[in-house]
């Protein structure tokens, strides 16, 4: 098992209590870092998180957010700034899901899809650009999906906001990269969480079939991928996408 040591690094983890993003969370724990883990509303998952890594309850901070409000974002960033003088890391893990097909699909449905997986993104990443900048150094990784390049019908609104957040990190990528801060993707296949338990399981079938491996990956192996990108093993590694699907 590669280990890493992240020992005296603050690393923030939005979507950081349930599912892809507490595997992401407390593998950054379990390799000495501070965490930041933002959750949009699910308090009890959060203080299940929390009590199930106590041991790590002194490197470990939970924060309310919907990343979607840009105002909240600011506010929260500007917390941040009291509490640490640099971020060493940002993990763009918080995303919904609201399938419905194009003829069917709510202007509603369609926004709030786009406003938390895209423009959230976008909020979150420029104001931790700022805290980045003048250290140079950073890390940002964005949790995307293979529906972004490959697209799954019923999920254009959820589509749309993960090619986003690809060409999102392309171009950003561009423009940080002299003060040697990495932005990339993982692209997570069908990993065995809450986020594709409530699909019918004929259609979890069918997508077991979609893998070469023939089953659903963990939250633990994207975890693993996420560390690997936000280390210095990493560091000549940028604007690209790191696919975790099982061969989807």
Known sequence: MITYDFSGQNMLVTGGTRGIGRAISEAFLRSGARVFAVY???RKAAEDFAAANAEHGDRLSLHQLDVADYGAVERFYQWLDREIEQLHGLINNAGIRQDAVVGMMSLQEWQ??????LTGVYAMSKLAIHKMLGRRYGRIINITSPSGELGFAGQANYAASKAGQIAFAKSLAREV?????????????????????????QQLAAYRQMVDLKRFGTAREVADSVLFLASEEASYITGATLHVTGGV
């Not at 709030?112 to 997986?117: A, E, K, M, P, Y």
């Not at 990269?177 to 399981?201: H, M, W």
């Open 112 to 117: 709030s899809v786009l406003d938390t997986n």
């Open 40 to 42: 949009a509303g699910n």
């Open 177 to 201: 990269g002299k003060r040697k801060i990495t932005v990339n993707c993982v692209s997570p296949g069908f990993i065995d969480t809450e986020f594709i338990a409530n699909l019918p399981e």
